[in-house]
């Protein structure tokens, strides 16, 4: 296979791909170290592009720190519109396709039917406007993209709300958690398997898609899954977001329709709940 170069490769989605292409025994992809991978040091991409002359970009580096952007906005956007645009510049000059993600974050959340690609993005935080950015700029420099927008993501790397409800699950005897946001949690593996899909098919489908499992959860709901199948004994009592002061604000719906990315991907797209079911089975033998 042709060379695929993974920036943001430590972080979850990018250990979740680097597991992915190993169980499919993927050759070609390469999880660069931090000094050769900084999307915001053009002078070291452009060595790392001539180096490897990449025919793909998986883009997983941003900064999702969402309160804290609140308050850094110079750097959110630094990372999450200019190191795109510096992955873009470069993606047209050596002709190499980006894949990028994204996230439910860029719409205002106050529809309640699921979101599509062609529906209006409204950012209501500094985190989903500078990530909009991020995929605006993708536009303007390239046609041969993959933009996926995601949401809720989870697996048994990183920080991740799986594994905050599993750690307070054993630390307390009861929790309080957000019922009035409404998305799709998104494991992670399965994304990283959508992205090898679009890699080894050579699609030319170009374009915005979204991508999260299948079906609709609250926050409440959830984490009693979580709790469930991990038969962990904690009671979850259901709060308002008005209850949980945050920072950012955050979309109160954001259920993504994936009709698109199932038809021109060719893509079969699991439950979230059989997924969790996955995930925690593989915590379990770490």
């Not at 200019?82 to 396709?97: I, R």
């Not at 030319?204 to 999260?212: E, K, L, M, R």
């Not at 499992?213 to 959830?222: L, R």
Request: charged letters at 20%; a negative charge; glycine letters at 6%.
């Amino acid at each position: 296979m042709k060379n695929v170069l993974v920036f943001g490769g430590s972080g979850q989605l990018g250990q979740c791909l680097e597991l992915a292409a190993k169980e499919k025994h993927i050759s070609g992809i390469y999880f660069l170290p931090e000094e050769q991978a900084n999307i915001l040091e053009e002078a070291l991409l452009r060595q790392t592009f001539e180096q490897y002359q990449p025919a793909y970009i998986i883009n997983c580096a941003a900064y999702t720190a969402v309160d804290k952007a609140e308050d850094e906005v110079d750097i959110a956007r630094k990372v999450n519109r200019d190191g795109v645009e510096n992955l873009s510049k470069l993606c047209q000059e050596f002709d190499a396709t980006l894949i990028h993600i994204s996230t439910d974050f860029v719409f205002a959340g106050n529809s309640y039917l699921p979101l599509t690609e062609t529906d209006e993005a409204a950012p209501i935080s500094i985190y989903g406007l500078t990530k909009l950015e991020g995929e605006q700029v993708i536009g303007q420099y390239l046609s041969n993209y993959f933009i996926l927008r995601t949401s809720w993501l989870y697996s048994e790397y990183g920080n991740n709300f799986v594994k905050t409800m599993l750690r307070l699950g054993k630390e307390r005897d009861e929790l309080k958690v957000i019922w009035d946001q409404i998305g799709t949690p998104t494991y992670a593996i399965d994304l990283a398997g959508c992205i090898l899909q679009i890699i080894q098919s050579e699609s030319t489908a170009y374009g915005i898609y979204h991508y999260s499992n299948e079906g609709v959860a609250s926050w409440y709901d959830f984490a009693k899954a979580i709790f469930e199948l991990a038969h962990v004994p904690v009671k979850v009592i259901p709060i308002r977001t008005a209850e949980y002061v945050t920072k950012a604000t955050r979309p109160a719906y954001s259920v993504m329709d994936k009709a698109k990315a199932k038809q021109q991907l060719n893509l079969l797209i699991p439950h979230w709940r059989e997924s969790l079911i996955v995930c925690l089975a593989r915590l379990e033998n770490k």
